[in-house]
Every structure is written in structure tokens, then in C-alpha cells.
């Protein structure tokens, strides 16, 4: 088992930033590959980001491309979500995921999922 525990949601106006962290605990954490997912009112959950299990590979939606950066740092078992230009669109419940590859993340396989983080983003 993975436990996966977010933070740093809140509420920003538009064009501001955030970081969101994830801290992981269970397992090795560079055993995994990690992401973030998003879920808005009335909406399915989405892919927001993701990156490999040493970090050298990431992903990203077209939505936060330019604007979000996923990062991860092994020894400290977190990854991040750095987020600029914020948009009132990107409000939403913010969950980390851990998983084989990203693109099992949520798909295939086990996916270990945190609670989430409310992020609200205001105009």
C-alpha cells in the first residue's frame, strides 16, 4: 500500500500560482510512477500531469502545458505541482496518484489515490 496525503490547495485569483505537494508513504516511493489528476464540479476526473519514477519524463495535459510543472523529489518521497497563470477554469479538487507508468496511472493496473486539495480559483 501507498498512502498519499496532498497539500497547499486554496484560494488564489486568477493569475496567480500555487504549489501543491503530495508526500507519500507505504512503499519506495521511487518505485513509482507519479501524477496529478483534477476533478471540477460536475465534471469526470481528469489528467492534469504526470512524471516517471526518477523524474526524467513528464506529461501533461494541453489544458496546463506552459503553465504547470510536475516535479518530484525521491528522497524526500513528495511530488509537486507548481502552478502558474491560474485560470478560474482550473478550480477543482486536486488529487495526487501513484501508479507503474503514467500512462497506467488511473487506467490500468493499481493506482493508489490521495484525498485531494481543493483548489478554487477566482476571477
Known amino acids: 500500500q501507498v498512502q498519499l496525503v496532498e497539500s497547499g490547495g486554496g484560494l488564489v485569483q486568477a493569475g496567480g500560482s500555487l504549489r501543491l505537494s503530495c508526500a507519500a508513504s507505504?512503499?519506495?516511493?521511487?518505485?513509482?510512477?507519479m501524477a496529478w489528476f483534477r476533478q471540477a464540479p460536475g465534471k469526470e476526473r481528469e489528467f492534469v500531469a504526470g512524471i516517471s519514477r526518477s523524474g526524467g519524463i513528464t506529461s501533461y495535459a494541453d489544458s496546463v502545458k506552459g503553465r504547470f510543472t510536475i516535479s518530484r523529489d525521491n528522497a524526500e518521497n513528495t511530488v509537486y505541482l507548481q502552478m502558474s497563470s491560474l485560470k478560474p477554469e482550473d478550480t477543482a479538487v486536486y488529487y495526487c496518484?501513484?501508479?507503474?507508468?503514467?500512462?497506467?496511472?488511473?487506467?490500468?493496473?493499481?493506482?493508489?489515490w490521495g484525498k485531494g486539495t481543493l483548489v478554487t480559483v477566482s476571477s
Open positions: 496518484a501513484a501508479g507503474s507508468t503514467i500512462a497506467t496511472i488511473g487506467a490500468a493496473g493499481t493506482t493508489y
Open positions: 507505504g512503499r519506495t516511493f521511487s518505485n513509482y510512477a
